[in-house]
């Protein structure tokens, strides 16, 4: 398979964003956003994440089939999430006991 | 038939010494390599199983302490669900014939497949640390908040033990997945595999999605112990109730990694000894994969009186009911098979029968629990205990005994003693249902797991359960004793003994270190019984 070469510029602007999104989590920390607190926090997460995955493990540049498999991790961890979910937003409803 | 004689050379005399196995990349040495690893730990799990059914003999808690005996039933857990049922079929079995089923020389990263052995046992060895410098009492969940603030025990060793085992088990999973894709051997089309390597396919899928939730879990709950971070502790916003959901998304699947490799294992037992294609293959396919999904969707069906929300309950006991679905496709299906079929009795054949009536009562038994109502009445009771047992021990090692059994002229080069085999096929059988279907109905009348003592009406049950696990135990030795004496004194294996159909038949008894003479070309279907070209191989 041929490599793709990413020029290092895009390694360093990608770092930069990185460290930038780094210090907006810890700015916005010492604002209280009441409910919005994790949902900013959890944000500015996903979207170094993203960043990561795409550029740091080269998904943007891979084939069909790594996308796949990303995707597929990605909608198995929405799977953990939403059934997880599917208890704690209805727990306040009733529970056993 | 053909009776090939033991080639010259092979995979077992393909180098000697110790180096000559600790550095292979053969994939064969190292299934063997996992086969050493997975029997000692099946023995020391079992010998914590003798201790708890000894002290069960009797009503009052008087062989064992009560702490003691919380340690023997977390410990009995822990080594017989990672370290002997996950790796057992796919690292033994899964290891030595996926390449050779589909036609290629080895798995596709052979270093990996060594790393994971060795990770494997580094994560046995902590686990053993943990074992014997204080034990573990958390039970094999090691459910939150006991294990992070309460338990004294060496919870953290045994952590990282699982913690770093998982590694090893997304490693074969990983190396399962890109095999099958990218090493099949010309002619080897997806519906030409045998159903054995869809399910090991299946079975990876999960190892990979699955473990990595488990690993980081198990992490959680050691950090918490040291940091206190709070992520399971109410009194800091945490919740103890999370970590069964993340504990159950990996560990009810992981009931698959053990039960999907088993019917893999079933439906070549049931095709070879009936002679006759699987019926429905495509089904039977299709039902692994389903099974692996379906399997993430359930898990909170062990978590009904943990206080989840009522409506979640419901949705995942809808859930589990479907899972119902896949598992009896594969149940009829191999009933099917046999109907008309020419079956023959030998040894690996009463293994696969034994698992399917075993594997029903565990599976309709199953059902009983994903029903919320009666689920409530017996969470925590011997039935569940029974329950699992008849999934992962009248289910998986039947299985796991046949494979052996049906596979072992292959990889040793020897044949057994068939009539000791039969009788102790028989002995395990009639042992394990002594053992463990007393239980059902100790559960059902209220006996709580995890005590060491218990109300003296229990005891004619109990009795009888310690009884079959006595019968058992002598079961499992006998494999353990002729199928080593088999290594020296067998009578020499043909390349197929039994007659079957299949790529690891078209090898010799053992195999190359390349698998085969010649890359192998697949002209005919699965299974393809009485067809001419398959005819002319056997
Ligand atoms: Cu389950």
Same mark, same amino acid.
């Given at each position: 398979m041929a490599e793709h070469i990413v020029p290092t510029r895009v390694y360093y602007t990608i770092f930069a964003i990185l460290m930038l999104c780094t210090y907006l989590t810890v700015r916005i920390a010492f604002f209280d956003l009441g409910p919005l607190n994790v949902v900013a926090a959890l944000t500015i997460a996903v979207l170094k994440a993203t960043l990561v995955v795409l550029f740091f493990m080269h998904v943007k540049y891979s084939t069909k089939l790594t996308w796949a498999v990303v995707l597929g991790s990605v909608f198995w961890l929405g799977i953990l999430l939403a059934l997880t979910m599917s208890d704690y937003l209805t727990r306040a409803w009733r529970t056993y006991g | 038939m053909t009776t090939a004689l033991v080639p010259a050379r092979h995979y077992l005399n393909d180098g000697y010494g110790i180096k000559s196995w600790l550095l292979t990349r053969d994939h064969k040495r190292i299934a063997l390599l996992y086969l050493a690893g997975v029997t000692f730990f099946f023995f020391i799990g079992g010998a914590f199983a003798v201790l708890i059914r000894l002290e069960l003999a009797t009503p009052v808690g008087d062989l064992v302490s009560d702490e003691t005996y919380n340690k023997l039933f977390t410990m009995h857990g822990v080594m017989m669900v990672f370290f002997f049922l996950i790796p057992a079929i796919p690292s033994v079995l899964g290891n030595f014939l996926v390449p050779i089923m589909i036609g290629a020389k080895d798995l596709a990263?052979?270093?990996?497949?060594?790393?994971?052995?060795?990770?494997?046992?580094?994560?046995?060895?902590?686990?053993?640390?943990?074992?014997?410098?204080?034990?573990?009492?958390?039970?094999?969940?090691?459910?939150?908040?006991?294990?992070?603030?309460?338990?004294?025990?060496?919870?953290?060793?045994?952590?990282?033990?699982?913690?770093?085992?998982?590694?090893?088990?997304?490693?074969?999973?990983?190396?399962?997945?890109?095999?099958?894709?990218?090493?099949?051997?010309?002619?080897?089309?997806?519906?030409?595999?045998?159903?054995?390597?869809?399910?090991?396919?299946?079975?990876?899928?999960?190892?990979?999605?699955?473990?990595? +939730?488990?690993?980081?879990?198990?992490?959680?709950?050691?950090?918490?112990? +040291?940091?206190?971070?709070?992520?399971?502790?109410?009194?800091?916003?945490?919740?103890?109730?999370?970590?069964q959901h993340l504990f159950w998304f990996y560990s009810h699947p992981a009931v698959y990694i053990m039960i999907l490799p088993a019917m893999g294992v079933i439906s070549e037992l049931i095709a070879a000894f009936c002679r006759k294609p699987v019926y429905g293959y495509p089904f039977v396919a299709f039902a692994s994969l389903a099974i692996a999904v379906l399997g993430f969707l359930v898990w909170a069906h062990h978590m009904f009186v943990a206080g989840i929300s009522v409506y979640a309950a419901m949705i995942f006991s809808i859930l589990s009911f479907l899972v119902a679905i896949?598992?009896?496709?594969?149940?009829?299906?191999?009933?099917?098979?046999?109907?008309?079929?020419?079956?023959?009795?030998?040894?690996?054949?009463?293994?696969?029968?034994?698992?399917?009536?075993?594997?029903?009562?565990?599976?309709?038994?199953?059902?009983?629990?994903?029903?919320?109502?009666?689920?409530?009445?017996?969470?925590?009771?011997?039935?569940?205990?029974?329950?699992?047992?008849?999934?992962?021990?009248?289910?998986?090692?039947?299985?796991?005994?046949?494979?052996?059994?049906?596979?072992?002229?292959?990889?040793?080069?020897?044949?057994?003693?068939?009539?000791?085999?039969?009788?102790?096929?028989?002995?395990?059988?009639?042992?394990?249902?002594?053992?463990?279907?007393?239980?059902?109905?100790?559960?059902?009348?209220?006996?709580?797991?995890?005590?060491?003592?218990?109300?003296?009406?229990?005891?004619?049950?109990?009795?009888?359960?310690?009884?079959?696990?006595?019968?058992?135990?002598?079961?499992?030795?006998?494999?353990?004793?002729?199928?080593?004496?088999?290594?020296?004194?067998?009578?020499?294996?043909?390349?197929?003994?039994?007659?079957?159909?299949?790529?690891?038949?078209?090898?010799?008894?053992?195999?190359?270190?390349?698998?085969?003479?010649?890359?192998?070309? +697949?002209?005919?279907?699965?299974?393809?019984?009485?067809s001419p070209a398959v005819v002319e191989h056997v």
């Open positions: - | 990263f052979p270093k990996l497949n060594l790393a994971s052995w060795y990770i494997y046992m580094l994560g046995a060895a902590f686990t053993t640390y943990a074992i014997v410098t204080g034990g573990l009492d958390t039970g094999w969940t090691f459910y939150t908040p006991f294990s992070t603030v309460a338990s004294t025990s060496a919870v953290i060793p045994a952590a990282l033990g699982i913690f770093i085992t998982g590694f090893s088990s997304i490693l074969t999973g990983l190396n399962f997945i890109v095999t099958i894709h990218r090493m099949r051997a010309p002619g080897m089309t997806w519906f030409r595999l045998p159903l054995f390597i869809w399910s090991h396919y299946a079975t990876s899928l999960i190892m990979v999605l699955g473990t990595p +939730v488990l690993a980081i879990t198990i992490l959680l709950v050691a950090a918490e112990r +040291v940091f206190h971070f709070g992520f399971f502790d109410p009194a800091v916003g945490g919740d103890p109730v999370l970590f896949p598992s009896a496709v594969k149940v009829f299906n191999w009933t099917a098979t046999m109907y008309k079929g020419s079956v023959s009795w030998q040894t690996p054949m009463l293994y696969a029968i034994g698992f399917i009536g075993l594997f029903t009562i565990g599976g309709l038994t199953g059902l009983f629990l994903a029903a919320v109502g009666l689920d409530i009445h017996v969470t925590d009771t011997y039935f569940i205990v029974a329950h699992f047992h008849y999934i992962m021990v009248g289910g998986t090692i039947m299985a796991y005994l046949g494979g052996l059994h049906y596979w072992w002229p292959k990889i040793s080069g020897r044949l057994y003693n068939e009539w000791l085999a039969k009788v102790s096929a028989l002995v395990i059988f009639v042992g394990f249902n002594l053992t463990f279907f007393p239980q059902f109905i100790l559960g059902y009348l209220g006996m709580p797991r995890r005590y060491h003592a218990y109300p003296p009406e229990f005891q004619v049950l109990n009795v009888l359960s310690s009884a079959g696990a006595s019968i058992l135990g002598v079961g499992y030795l006998l494999p353990m004793m002729y199928l080593t004496w088999s290594l020296r004194y067998g009578r020499l294996a043909s390349a197929n003994p039994w007659g079957a159909v299949g790529l690891e038949w078209n090898t010799t008894s053992p195999p190359p270190t390349a698998n085969f003479a010649e890359p192998p070309e +697949v002209t005919w279907e699965a299974y393809d019984y009485g």
